[in-house]
């Protein structure tokens, strides 16, 4: 009797440590976006994509998919036109779709997406802008 409660003591020892191993891996089993204060951000309804000087940035971004392999939402792309130059320029925000892709694997973050493409239409006419995000690998 007491050999079989060992054997169930030790069974459930690894259980528990096993548990506790997927408890600890669950905050980056999700893909996400690595924001500028260096944390992981899952379904970010804003975000700044130009860290250095914050002049590209998505805003109220309501996603419709976001998976492991692609993201998608409607929102707001606000740009800097910096004119006459950045530091004294003008946000002006858009109407906008966000694709997220080309998720990369990292040792401390997990997986982030490293591709934001922006469509959207200014002054009537229909850009995309592709910008690469920051993945915390040099």
């Known amino acids: 009797?007491?050999?079989?409660?060992?054997?169930?003591?030790?069974?459930?020892?690894?259980?528990?440590?096993?548990?506790?191993q997927i408890a600890r891996a669950a905050p980056t089993a999700r893909t996400a976006v690595?924001?500028?204060n260096g944390h992981a951000l899952v379904r970010p309804a804003g975000f700044v994509v130009t860290c250095a000087d914050?002049?590209?940035?998505?805003?109220?971004?309501?996603?419709?998919?976001?998976?492991?392999t692609g993201a998608t939402g409607r929102g707001q792309i606000a740009e800097n036109d910096c004119v006459p130059?950045?530091?004294?320029?003008?946000?002006?925000a858009y109407p906008a779709t966000i694709t997220l892709s080309r998720p990369v694997a990292t040792h401390r973050y997990g997986r982030l997406f490293s591709r934001a493409t922006f469509l959207y239409l200014e002054k009537g006419k229909r850009k995309t802008q592709t910008w690469q995000l920051g993945t915390g690998r040099a």
Do not use: D, E, Q, T
């Open 34 to 36: 690595l924001g500028c």
């Open 85 to 92: 130059y950045c530091a004294a320029g003008h946000f002006h």
């Open 54 to 68: 914050a002049n590209v940035a998505w805003r109220a971004v309501r996603w419709s998919h976001w998976n492991a």
């Open 1 to 20: 009797m007491k050999a079989r409660f060992l054997v169930l003591g030790i069974v459930l020892v690894c259980v528990l440590a096993i548990v506790g």
